[in-house]
């Protein structure tokens, strides 16, 4: 294989601009990428926030007997389980004080 004079850097110079030029267009996609990854964050805990609210909506008052004495707690229904006791009242207090 010979080379012509003057052609012996061609082919790396060709790389370093075709590197330089993925690196410009990535950089001008991060902030775009990045807001739609915000995006969906926001969805998912807006979504969330949505089905725990309505869960709180249906809570539930309950009751049980223990060593004689009654006990009450509180017990939240959430994608088929129970969110009870000292986490179902803190949900319970936040969503009456963000219902303000």
């Given amino acids: 294989m010979s080379r012509r004079r003057g052609e012996s850097g061609y082919s790396l110079v060709a790389l370093l601009a075709a ?5 410009i267009l990535l950089a001008a996609a991060m ?8 995006n969906d964050a926001e969805e998912e ?23 004689g004495r009654h ?20 949900l319970y207090n936040l969503c009456r004080l963000l219902r303000r």
């Fill in 19 to 23: 590197i330089a030029v993925m690196m």
């Fill in 31 to 38: 902030p775009s990428w990045r807001y739609v990854m915000r």
């Fill in 71 to 90: 006990r009450h707690y509180l017990a939240i229904p959430f994608e088929g389980r129970y969110i009870w006791g000292a986490t179902a009242g803190m």
């Fill in 45 to 67: 805990l807006l979504s969330r926030g949505g089905q725990i609210a309505d869960a709180i909506a249906r809570y539930q008052r309950r009751q049980y007997r223990f060593r």
